[in-house]
C-alpha cells in the first residue's frame, strides 16, 4: 500500500538514494533538508530519475514549530529519519553542536509524530555504536563500546532515547539500521556523495584523486594486525542501503508482532581492507591511483564487518551489488556530476 514517507535530510547522500527506492516501491516522498550539506539541484535529479518529484520544504529539524508545519501541511504516514551531522573529527571540535543538531532533532520528530500520530520510524544508525567489537563479525547483540567521539556518542543516545521511548507503550513502532560503510552512486551517476571541501572518507578522497583534484590518497595505517597491514572495513552500496530502508519500513508498517524498538545490521558481511579498496578501484575505473603510506588516522579502530543474518532474514532483504559496483559507480558519479557540482576545497 502507498504511504507518504517524510525523508529528513532527504536530498543528502543516503536520502536521496532512498527517495529514488521509495519512488520505485509506490511511495510518495516528502523531504524536509535545511541544505546544509546538500544542494536542492538534487531534487531535479531524483526526478530524472524516477519520473516524480519529492514534496520539498527547507527546514532546520531543530525548529519544532517549522516541523509541525510539515506534519500539518503533508498527510505523512512514516518518517525516515537521515537529518544529522556525521564527520567524526568535525564532532570532536564542536560537540555542542553535535549534541544540538543530532539529539534535538530526534527529539523534535518524535514530539511532532506523537501530535500528528505518526508512529513508523527509520532512523540513521551507524555501526560505530560498536566501537572496535571483541569478535568479528559483529551482531546485534554485541554491546556497546563507549563512543570514541561526540558523534558516536549522538548515535548511541539516540538509540537509547528510541528504546526507552518505545518501552512507554506509546505506539511508535521503530528500527534503527546501523550502517556500515556506504559508498558508490546511482547507476544514472546523477545523485551521489558530494562532500563539503577536502573528503574524510575513503571512495571520495579516491574518486577525487583519480580525477586530479587530489595530489595522492594517504593510506592511514599499514601496521595493523590483519592480511596486508591496512584496516577492514563492510563497505555497502547505497543502492542496497537505501532499499533496506524501503524493507525496514515495510516491516515496521506490515508486521504487527515485530518488537516496538529494533536495530539490524546493514553491510555486505565482508570486510575489505583499504588496499583492496585501492585494487579494486583501479581494476574498475582502469586508472592508477598515486597513494602513500602514513601513520594511522586518531580514532580510526582496526577492523569491522557485520553479521548480515539478522537482517537477511527479518528484513527479507540482503545486499547484492558487489564491491567492483560501489567503485565504478563512484568513479562515473565523479566524472559526470561531481565534477560538474562538487564544491571542491
Ligand atoms: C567514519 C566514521 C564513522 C562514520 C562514517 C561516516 C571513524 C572512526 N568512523 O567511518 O563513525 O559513521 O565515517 O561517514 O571516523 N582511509 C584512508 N585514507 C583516507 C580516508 C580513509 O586510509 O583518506 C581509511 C580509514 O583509515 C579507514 C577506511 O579508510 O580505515 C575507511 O575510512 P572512512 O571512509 O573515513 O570511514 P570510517 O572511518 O570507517
Known amino acids: 500500500m502507498s504511504k507518504r514517507v517524510l525523508l529528513t535530510g532527504g536530498t543528502g547522500y543516503i536520502g536521496s538514494h532512498t527517495a529514488v527506492e521509495l519512488f520505485a516501491a509506490g511511495h510518495d516522498v516528502v523531504i524536509a533538508d535545511d541544505l546544509s550539506n546538500s544542494s536542492v539541484t538534487v531534487l531535479d535529479r531524483i526526478s530524472e530519475i524516477s519520473g516524480r518529484r519529492p514534496d520539498f520544504v527547507k527546514l532546520d529539524l531543530r525548529d519544532l514549530n517549522g516541523l509541525k508545519q510539515v506534519f500539518r501541511r503533508f498527510d505523512i504516514d512514516a518518517a525516515i529519519h537521515f537529518a544529522a551531522r556525521k564527520s567524526v573529527g568535525e564532532s570532536v571540535e564542536q560537540p555542542l553542536l553535535y549534541y544540538d543538531v543530532n539529539v534535538n532533532s530526534l527529539l523534535n520528530l518524535l514530539v511532532a509524530m506523537a501530535e500528528f500520530k505518526v508512529d513508523t520510524l527509520v532512523f540513521s544508525s551507524s555501526c560505530t555504536v560498536y566501537g572496535q567489537p571483541d569478535v568479528l563479525p559483529v551482531s546485534e547483540s554485541t554491546p556497546f563500546q563507549p563512543a570514541s567521539s561526540p558523534y558516536g556518542n549522538t548515535k548511541q543516545i539516540c538509540e537509547h532515547i528510541l528504546r526507552d521511548y518505545s518501552l512507554t507503550g506509546v505506539g511508535l513502532k521503530a528500527i534503527s539500521l546501523r550502517y556500515f560503510n556506504p559508498v558508490g552512486a546511482h547507476e544514472s551517476a546523477l545523485i551521489g ?44 552500496h547505497v543502492v542496497d542501503l537505501a532499499r533496506a530502508h524501503v524493507s525496514a519500513l515495510q516491516r515496521s508498517l506490515h508486521h504487527p508482532n515485530a518488537a516496538n524498538y529494533e536495530y539490524f545490521n546493514v553491510g555486505t558481511g565482508s570486510g575489505t581492507s583499504v588496499m583492496e579498496v585501492i585494487k579494486a578501484f583501479e581494476a574498475a575505473a582502469g586508472v592508477p591511483l598515486p597513494y602513500k603510506i602514513v601513520g594511522r588516522r586518531a580514532g580510526d579502530i582496526e577492523q569491522i564487518y557485520a553479521d548480515t543474518s539478522t537482517a537477511n532474514a527479518e528484513l527479507d532483504w540482503r545486499a547484492e551489488k558487489t564491491l567492483a559496483d560501489m567503485l565504478s559507480s563512484a ?3 565523479q566524472q559526470h556530476i561531481a565534477a560538474q557540482d562538487g564544491p571542491v576545497g
Open 193 to 236: 556523495e558530494l562532500p563539503l571541501g577536502v573528503p574524510n572518507n575513503l571512495v571520495p578522497f579516491i574518486t577525487q584523486t583519480a580525477a586530479g583534484l587530489r595530489e595522492r590518497l594517504q593510506v592511514f595505517g599499514d601496521d595493523y594486525d590483519t592480511a596486508d597491514g591496512t584496516a577492514i572495513r563492510d563497505y555497502i
Open 331 to 333: 568513479w562515473q558519479w
